[in-house]
């Protein structure tokens, strides 16, 4: 993220390790609220100086308590506010002219409680920024900064060991991210930082991420969404994050808000929040994890160093059926099982015994008990093959041999550099903790591991989207006179064909006998399509006729469309009949694009046509993007591979789609002041390319 205050980047910074801390409103008593701030700074030994602030007391634990922000010694770094919602305004504003910069608000009774909370939270933004004071919350628990022992917060979460760790954590509910943060810490990994947004009055959650990740302890960020208003800022978070090689993990329940949308387009009808979020975070190189155990397994493999470079994964197990669950599961999330190279599957055959399986799965049998060099031998010999680049060694209970196993495992670390994962069920405590020591991830269940092992292939198989690429279009062609609403169908196709999209010829008859002069001038069949501003899809009301080659069927077709048109929507405004030439294609595509309130203009891609709603075959990607990230678009299609040719098909070329898609997406993005919803359906594909055959193109300042 490019601050464009520098100094507000300074003060996010001063918030989060402050040299001073102001407590508003401290008690006494360390079990309310506006007491366990003080508890835990002075508890876990915070180095800098502490500043209670209230009437009622002269000291509280030995600490010199002041009657008010004004009679402060100094302005502190820090201000925690713990005051009723009335009264928070007023102290913001105080902070203000005392010189303290950053706040964090416990308080609730803002815009969680209807009109009249929201109203007091605009009027408390408005005072922040009116006293040069950066909020965070809110209603928010605060944060933890364990690696300074900064605990501006009331969390439970506080009450326990919070060793700092190389993991940043910034969630948007305060008790689920508790409950998350509890299960990091369960699990020994270790939280570096710990932020709950609350309401986001001022610092939002992609800005505190973006403080945060940077600080070079923390190798890995985590945050827990709720919604997000605003798309740009977490781009710009993924991309820093790509930028300094340190994986972002999110786990997101609920759909964004899109507001009211007009169904104009199938890609107005099928961008659905959720599915737009989850599109455009993985564009970005974002992990996703459905719930707080998924994320949890995926921090864990994040923690320790070694990256994956592909998707091939080794499986060495004493259990066979294990294995076989383990490479379905592996199937079903983008993993490959190779089959291994004859050198490794010799290295393995000189020391599996007979009844052991020396391919991928490799079955080491529970014989690794009285030779352990078989288990170690086995996954080394795993490790080392090209096609391999990440191994789950799975087997199960092994209570008497728990220090042998972790001698073995440590030996496989020293003598190997791809990372490989353990799933060890009903382990011993004593198993899970030597392993994680060693930076060894542990499972306990083998779906876990292998949907953690496809989490690491996932990220190191990630390019980096440019948004620096240059249109291949240059600057989009687009009259500066149109109005808002649907856009003509003659001008919107000329408009796409000089950005490059390859359109269908079309034009407009007004006329029987203009219809027919354009048959003529054509030279081949036609189909005639209805125009009108007010009838977006065409078939719906039966207003297509193809494959027209005879004056009698140019007359009669344009007759017929008309009376349709008239008998189907009375109302509706007709502008005449298209004459197109006649599109050629075996493979039938839906292409769009939907300015969405949060990522602004979204591209669609499909299968289906006409079926597009009933089919749902659909990705999404943020514009702009290159024409690898189109291509990857095509990969994502359940039926991608009618692309390369089914039932005597041939294939049709990706690259010509990909084009047409990085094509669109920088005229899109050229275009998002203006375009509102563009559908082009269908797009045919043959063995000459694309040629999209239909197209309603929206305006909307």
Request: proline share 5%.
């Amino acid at each position: 993220m490019t601050y464009a205050n520098p100094d507000r980047r300074k003060t996010i910074i001063r918030l989060l390790n402050p040299k001073s801390i102001a407590v508003i409103g401290a008690s006494s008593d360390f079990g309310k609220v506006n007491g366990r701030p003080l508890k835990h700074l002075i508890e876990k030994g915070y180095a800098g100086r502490i500043l209670p602030v209230n009437p009622k007391y002269e000291e509280i634990a030995g600490l010199v308590c002041y009657p008010s922000v004004e009679a402060l010694p100094e302005a502190a770094d820090l201000a925690i506010i713990a005051l009723p919602a009335a009264h928070v305004c007023d102290c913001v504003e105080k902070l203000g002219r005392k010189g303290i910069r950053t706040a964090v608000i416990f308080s609730s009774g803002f815009g969680e409680m209807g009109d009249e909370g929201k109203a007091l939270e605009k009027r408390l933004a408005e005072t922040a920024k009116a006293a040069r004071v950066i909020l965070l919350g809110p209603n928010c628990l605060g944060f933890v900064n364990a690696f300074d022992n900064v605990y501006a917060t009331f969390s439970q979460y506080a009450d326990g060991e919070t060793g700092a760790g190389p993991i940043a954590f910034v969630t948007q509910s305060g008790a689920f991210g508790t409950a998350i943060a509890a299960l990091v810490r369960q699990r020994g990994l270790g939280l570096g930082y710990f932020l709950n947004t609350g309401n986001q009055a001022d610092l939002s959650f992609a800005e505190l991420m973006m403080a945060i990740v940077e600080d070079p302890r923390i190798k890995v960020a985590a945050g827990y969404l709720e919604g997000i208003t605003d798309g740009d800022a977490l781009v710009r978070l993924a991309r820093k994050c790509q930028e300094l090689g340190k994986p972002l993990i999110l786990t997101k329940v609920g759909r964004m808000s899109s507001g009211a949308r007009a169904a104009a387009s199938h890609t107005g009808a099928l961008a659905v929040s959720d599915a737009v979020f989850d599109a455009v975070v993985r564009q970005y190189g974002v992990l996703r994890a459905r719930n707080e155990e998924q994320m949890l397994d995926m921090l864990e493999v994040f923690c320790q160093p070694r990256r994956a470079c592909g998707s091939g994964l080794g499986i060495a197990t004493q259990s066979g059926g294990a294995g076989v669950m383990m490479a379905d599961r592996a199937e079903e999330v983008g993993l490959t099982v190779p089959e291994l190279g004859a050198a490794t599957q010799a290295r393995l055959a000189a020391v599996m015994p007979a009844f052991g399986a020396a391919g991928n799965p490799v079955d080491v049998t529970g014989q690794f008990v009285a030779r352990p060099e078989l288990l170690t031998e086995s996954v080394v010999s795993l490790l080392d093959d090209p096609d391999i680049d990440v191994a789950i060694v799975w087997l199960q209970l092994m209570t008497a041999h728990v220090e042998p196993l972790l001698g073995i495992f440590r030996e496989i670390q020293q003598r190997t550099v791809k990372p490989f994962l353990v799933c060890w069920v009903a382990a011993p405590d004593a198993a899970i903790k030597g392993l994680r020591a060693a930076d060894i991830p542990v499972y306990t269940a083998g779906e876990r591991a292998v949907e953690a092992a496809a989490a690491l292939a996932r990220y190191g198989m990630q390019r980096k989207t440019s948004e620096d690429a240059v249109s291949p279009s240059g600057s989009p062609a687009c009259p500066g006179t149109t109005g808002s609403g649907m856009q003509p169908t003659v001008e919107a196709s000329s408009w796409l064909r000089e950005a490059g999209i390859p359109m269908a010829h079309a034009r407009l008859a007004e006329s029987e006998d203009h219809a027919v002069a354009l048959w003529r001038d054509s030279a081949r069949p036609v189909a005639l399509k209805i125009e009108s501003p007010d009838i977006p899809h065409k078939t719906e009301i039966d207003g297509v006729i193809l494959n027209i080659d005879d004056e009698a069927g140019i007359r009669s077709g344009y007759r017929t469309l008309i009376e349709r048109a008239r008998a189907a929507m009375p109302d509706a405004r007709l502008s005449g009949v298209l004459v197109q030439e006649m599109a050629e294609g075996h493979v039938e595509l839906v292409i769009g694009v939907q300015r969405d309130p949060v990522f602004g203009m979204i591209v669609m891609v499909g299968f289906g046509g006409i079926l597009v709603e009933v089919l749902k075959d659909v990705t999404f990607r943020r514009a702009p993007f290159d024409r690898s990230e189109a291509y990857s678009m095509l990969d994502d299609l359940r039926m991608s591979r009618i692309l390369d040719g089914v039932r005597g098909k041939p294939a049709v070329d990706r690259e010509a789609i990909s084009l047409l898609l990085s094509r669109l997406s920088h005229w899109a993005a050229a275009m998002e002041p203006r375009l509102s919803e563009l559908d082009l359906n269908p797009v045919l594909v043959g063995e000459a390319g694309p040629s999209v055959v239909d197209c309603v193109m929206i305006f909307e300042e």
